[in-house]
Nanobody, 122 residues
């Protein structure tokens, strides 16, 4: 069964750093998109950073220069390095990916992780 498993959230002081990981497990025959979203209390879910199919990394304007997305293709894993964190970055961070779960079909399906809480507070 294909699934996304996130890790790395937690409590950090303002100005601190965290690294999130998201591993796609199961039989996977292609990855078309893989990235991170977040949802703060009372706000809509928003894209934070992601790799598109062409391999380009895209970032929300609010995190450019502070967050870095990277990946390990052999492990089907994407990382989000978050630096200079502020309370405004407090949210549940979700991993999302478009994955091809079957060798018999060229179809890709969207998957979501369970979310990991990031809290920035002194």
């Amino acid at each position: 069964q294909v699934q996304l498993v996130e890790s790395g959230g937690g409590l950090v002081q303002p100005g601190g750093s965290l690294r999130l990981s998201c591993a796609a497990s199961g039989r996977i025959f292609g990855i078309n998109f893989m990235g991170w979203y977040r949802q703060a209390p009372g706000k809509q879910r928003e894209l934070v950073a992601a790799f598109t199919n062409g391999g380009t990394a895209n970032y929300a304007d609010s995190v450019k220069g502070r967050f870095t997305i990277s990946r390990n293709n052999t492990k089907n894993t994407v990382y989000l390095e978050m630096n200079s964190l502020s309370p405004e970055n407090t949210a549940v961070y979700y991993c999302s990916a478009d994955l091809r779960p079957s060798s018999y079909s060229a179809s890709y399906y969207n998957y979501w992780g369970q979310g990991t809480q990031v809290t920035v507070s002194s």
